[in-house]
């Protein structure tokens, strides 16, 4: 999507810098990626989607997009012990610390498989008058289709241009 006034996880940047939060662009990126498998991450990210399933043994889990100011692509995956305990945080929308260990498909997909969820709550926001990043346009894109190829292309094109007037943020 694109947020014209700013990401909405600007405001949680300092507290993410606080509690070593990991960017998840870096989890995800190929280059990257084997460094973290394996390895128990935090992120403070928002919740972008929830799907639950059904297991064989008839237990709740589920799998959460979840999104920060660098990527959207990280899966979380919540066992129902943790479901349980935590049902009432997974809300679209609802920013999250979460701690969980990195896995990497063959594929190069990443998940991570959460071990404690908790609710970054608006104490933790920054004030707009206390904010050291200022707004900006993100645009997120996805990095399959015609689209992401066309952005590619765009910014192979007018590159200079664009780094060129950077601006003020």
Same mark, same amino acid.
């Given at each position: 999507?694109?947020?014209?006034?700013?990401?909405?996880?600007?405001?949680?940047?300092?507290? !993410?810098?606080?509690?070593?939060?990991?960017?998840?662009?870096?989890?995800?990126?190929?280059?990257?990626?084997? $460094?973290?498998?394996?390895?128990?991450?935090?992120?403070? $990210?928002?919740?972008?989607?929830?799907?639950?399933?059904?297991?064989?043994?008839?237990?709740?889990?589920?799998?959460?997009?979840?999104?920060?100011?660098?990527?959207?692509?990280?899966?979380?995956?919540?066992?129902?012990?943790?479901?349980?305990?935590?049902?009432?945080?997974?809300?679209?929308? !609802?920013?999250?610390?979460?701690?969980?260990?990195?896995?990497?498909?063959?594929? $190069?997909?990443?998940?991570?498989?959460?071990?404690?969820?908790?609710?970054?709550?608006?104490?933790?926001?920054?004030? !707009?008058?206390?904010?050291?990043?200022?707004?900006?346009?993100?645009?997120?894109?996805?990095?399959?289709?015609?689209?992401?190829?066309?952005?590619?292309?765009?910014?192979?094109?007018?590159?200079?241009?664009?780094?060129?007037?950077?601006?003020?943020?």
């Amino acid at each position: 999507g694109i947020y014209l006034s700013g990401h909405p996880m600007q405001e949680y940047a300092v507290y !993410a810098g606080n509690v070593g939060s990991v960017n998840i662009a870096d989890i995800c990126d190929p280059e990257y990626a084997s $460094a973290y498998d394996s390895k128990t991450v935090v992120l403070v $990210a928002m919740v972008n989607s929830v799907r639950r399933k059904q297991t064989r043994n008839n237990q709740t889990i589920a799998f959460v997009t979840l999104e920060d100011m660098y990527g959207s692509t990280v899966v979380g995956i919540v066992f129902s012990k943790l479901l349980d305990q935590t049902r009432n945080l997974l809300n679209e929308g !609802a920013v999250l610390k979460v701690t969980g260990k990195v896995t990497v498909r063959d594929n $190069a997909e990443v998940e991570i498989v959460c071990e404690k969820l908790e609710s970054v709550d608006e104490t933790n926001r920054a004030k !707009a008058s206390d904010r050291k990043i200022k707004a900006g346009l993100y645009l997120k894109v996805s990095s399959q289709g015609r689209i992401f190829d066309e952005v590619k292309r765009l910014i192979a094109e007018n590159g200079d241009l664009i780094f060129s007037h950077r601006g003020q943020t």
